[in-house]
T-cell receptor, first 111, second 115 residues
Framework: GEDVEQSLFLSVREGDSSVINCTYTDSSSTYLYWYKQEPGAGLQLLTYIFSNMDMKQDQRLTVLLNKKDKHLSLRIADTQTGDSAIYFCAESIGGNTPLVFGKGTRLSVIA | DGGITQSPKYLFRKEGQNVTLSCEQNLNHDAMYWYRQDPGQGLRLIYYSQIVNDFQKGDIAEGYSVSREKKESFPLTVTSAQKNPTAFYLC??????????????FGAGTRLSVL
């Protein structure tokens, strides 16, 4: 079965790095995604990684994928107060099938 | 601008009433989805549609109904059978293919409350 697990809360100081972790169970996942949700808003795609990649970097964001352990992480460098939000990990087996989302990690950035 | 529009932003339902949430997209996407979000529960799939005139139940379809008569529209009706409808409802769409990478794009959401 499909399941995506994330820790629910993370608190960091402004300027530090944040690392949000996620584990998934479906070995047939083709893409894994990170979405960001600000209060009262929809989800915004931050980045994604194809399952045959180990790492992807996009400005302040670094995604690491350990396919053997089915572990995905999102690192945000130089975390700012504007990064405070809920971050969702999601997996896809491809096509137009629904994504499977984790419950989200609420990131709080302390000034 | 291309995107997904959900309306209304806020909706109130009286006891025993059916209400309909609108979702329209101009991205020419084939698939559309409805999710329900409760605090601490993440996103739960209600219904999805991969093509016009066809849709499938998600994990929590009871008390909800949908239609997909046009590619760009996927309205969700919350019926009186849904006893706990208070939640934030999110609509999304996607299109297939290597380039598209099955990325789902989301609307801004509708917050439904019970009077």
């Amino acid at each position: 079965g499909e399941d995506v697990e994330q820790s629910l809360f993370l608190s960091v100081r402004e300027g530090d790095s944040s690392v949000i972790n996620c584990t998934y169970t479906d070995s047939s996942s083709t893409y894994l995604y990170w979405y960001k949700q600000e209060p009262g808003a929809g989800l915004q795609l931050l980045t994604y990684i194809f399952s045959n990649m180990d790492m992807k970097q996009d400005q302040r964001l670094t995604v690491l994928l350990n396919k053997k352990d089915k572990h995905l992480s999102l690192r945000i460098a130089d975390t700012q107060t504007g990064d405070s939000a809920i971050y969702f990990c999601a997996e896809s087996i491809g096509g137009n099938t629904p994504l499977v989302f984790g419950k989200g990690t609420r990131l709080s950035v302390i000034a | 601008d291309g995107g997904i529009t959900q309306s209304p932003k806020y909706l109130f339902r009286k006891e025993g009433q059916n209400v309909t949430l609108s979702c329209e997209q101009n991205l020419n996407h084939d698939a559309m989805y409805w999710y329900r979000q409760d605090p601490g529960q993440g996103l739960r799939l209600i219904y999805y549609s991969q093509i016009v005139n066809d849709f499938q139940k998600g994990d929590i379809a009871e008390g909800y109904s949908v239609s997909r008569e046009k590619k760009e529209s996927f309205p969700l009706t919350v019926t009186s059978a849904q006893k706990n409808p208070t939640a934030f409802y999110l609509c999304a769409s996607s299109t297939r293919g290597e380039v598209a990478k099955n990325i789902q794009y989301f609307g801004a959401g509708t917050r439904l409350s019970v009077l």
